[in-house]
């Protein structure tokens, strides 16, 4: 028998999605995507796990503030309150503009490698 304890695969690290001062996103204000429509929000602050963002809400003249807002696909969700802070995630078209940053970078890093094979 070996002396060798069995240890528990390490659970995988979840990373929010990469996001930036001043992009816009869609907040959740119940942090669930069913329950209500989603308010546009703007990114104030980014930090490791969270964002704070300036929501704008339809009924109101003033921004809504919220500050340590997680990302809606963040596992941590269920055993955090969302009430507080609700849950943001990117709009449709920004996966649609990363997929063409991607295919712009490959086709220039084809063209570059091209040039630098003819030399």
């Not at 001043?22 to 907040?27: A, F």
């Not at 919220?66 to 969700?77: C, E, K, Q, S, Y």
Request: charged share 25%.
């Amino acid at each position: 028998m070996s002396s060798a304890t069995a240890t528990a695969p390490k659970e995988k690290m979840w990373v929010m999605p990469e996001v930036h001062i001043g992009d816009t996103v869609l907040w959740f204000m119940s942090g669930v995507e069913s329950h209500h429509a989603p308010y546009p929000a703007i990114v104030t602050k980014v930090a490791e796990e969270t964002v704070a963002l300036a929501a704008f809400a339809p009924e109101l003249y003033t921004l809504l503030l919220n500050d340590g807002v997680r990302h809606i696909a963040d596992p941590r969700n269920k055993k955090i309150d969302l009430a507080d802070s609700g849950a943001w995630k990117h709009r449709p078209e920004h996966k649609r503009l990363a997929d063409l940053e991607a295919q712009v970078d490959a086709l220039m890093g084809a063209k570059a490698a091209g040039s630098n094979s003819q030399k």
